[in-house]
């Protein structure tokens, strides 16, 4: 059985890009891994917002230029999912159940496309921001979706190197 694929959150692929940051190793082996990731298109539009923003202003610092170069590349190992129009009713829905304002609205986005594509998980270093979504989809960091990838690994191969017995039940 393959593993469940995961929605990344945009301060994932911003640790990835981001050398100094402290989960820059566990963001990048987590984006090489052969882990089903998914992302959403305001993902990216956030990761080019912050990417481009200037350092002073907490930004990255990126041209436009590199930026968009991350997100090709980004492509590469994580499938974008697609906005369709039931994002937005169960956007809707999922506010009148779990109200929240400000930026909070963001991450109801990113949980609402999560559910209309049945990603069942949010690999994210803020589980703070998701929280209030716990009863909706799973929130791990990268290194829980590492572990949980490996353990699965595990298990396959031991069901693999189980002998099975001839005319046994």
Same mark, same amino acid.
């Given at each position: 059985?393959?593993?469940?694929?995961?929605?990344?959150?945009?301060?994932?692929?911003?640790?990835?890009?981001?050398?100094?940051?402290?989960?820059?190793?566990?963001?990048?082996?987590?984006?090489?891994? @052969?882990?089903?990731?998914?992302?959403?298109?305001?993902?990216?539009?956030?990761?080019?917002?912050?990417?481009?923003?200037?350092?002073?202003?907490? #930004?990255? #610092?990126?041209?436009?230029?590199?930026?968009?170069?991350?997100?090709?590349? &980004?492509?590469?190992?994580?499938?974008?999912?697609?906005?369709?129009?039931?994002?937005?009713?169960?956007?809707?829905?999922?506010?009148?159940? @779990?109200?929240?304002? #400000?930026?909070?609205?963001?991450?109801?986005?990113? @949980?609402?496309?999560?559910? @209309?594509?049945?990603?069942?998980?949010?690999?994210?270093?803020?589980?703070?921001? &998701?929280?209030? &979504?716990?009863?909706?989809?799973?929130?791990?960091?990268?290194?829980?979706?590492?572990?949980?990838?490996?353990?699965?690994?595990?298990?396959?191969?031991?069901?693999?190197?189980?002998?099975?017995?001839? #005319?046994?039940?």
């Amino acid at each position: 059985m393959a593993a469940e694929p995961a929605l990344v959150d945009t301060n994932v692929l911003l640790e990835a890009t981001d050398e100094h940051r402290a989960h820059h190793a566990d963001a990048v082996a987590l984006l090489e891994s @052969v882990a089903p990731l998914t992302f959403s298109s305001q993902v990216v539009r956030e990761y080019l917002a912050v990417a481009t923003r200037p350092v002073a202003a907490n #930004g990255l #610092g990126l041209s436009t230029v590199d930026a968009l170069a991350n997100i090709r590349e &980004f492509r590469r190992t994580v499938r974008l999912l697609p906005e369709e129009r039931p994002i937005l009713a169960t956007f809707l829905a999922l506010l009148a159940r @779990v109200p929240c304002t #400000g930026t909070r609205v963001h991450d109801a986005h990113i @949980v609402a496309t999560a559910l @209309v594509h049945r990603v069942r998980a949010i690999v994210s270093l803020n589980l703070d921001d &998701f929280r209030p &979504f716990a009863s909706e989809v799973g929130i791990v960091t990268p290194v829980q979706a590492l572990r949980t990838l490996a353990e699965a690994r595990q298990a396959r191969a031991r069901r693999r190197r189980t002998p099975r017995s001839a #005319g046994g039940p």
